[in-house]
Every structure is written in C-alpha cells, then in structure tokens.
C-alpha cells in the first residue's frame, strides 16, 4: 500500500486530503513532526468527524514558503 494519496481512476478523482502518515511522507519529516508543525500553527489542516486531515494544496504551499532564497 502506498503512502501517498491513490491516483485518480476514470470513477474517483485524485485524492486531495492525506492523513499525519501520508503527509509525514509527503513532507519527508515523522508524524511528531507533522503534529508540532500544527500545534505551532505553521501546517494548516482540515478537521473532519474528528480526523486531521491535510490538503495537498496547502503542504505545496508551507514547501514554497519554507524554500529559502
């Protein structure tokens, strides 16, 4: 099983939200990481039925952000 969101298939879209594993990979950092990056309010997330989620969208943007000049 892959860490990352499935791809999109002709039925189902690509999946846009990833949970602290999948995000962790994606973001090649541990989950304790991913957990201080959102305590600290520097990862934004997406709470749904008491799950934390991550939108793909705003991890791209914390890595264009953290890319230093």
Do not use: W
Not at 4 to 13: F, V
Not at 32 to 57: P, S
């Amino acid at each position: 099983m892959s860490l990352l969101a499935p791809k999109a298939t002709k039925d189902m879209p690509p999946r846009r939200l990833l949970d602290y594993m999948q995000t962790a990979s994606y973001l090649g950092v541990s989950t304790k990481a991913v957990r201080n990056l959102v305590l600290a309010k520097e990862l934004k997330c997406v709470r749904i039925g008491g799950r934390v989620m991550f939108d793909l969208r705003d991890l791209d943007t914390f890595i264009d952000e953290a890319k230093s000049h």
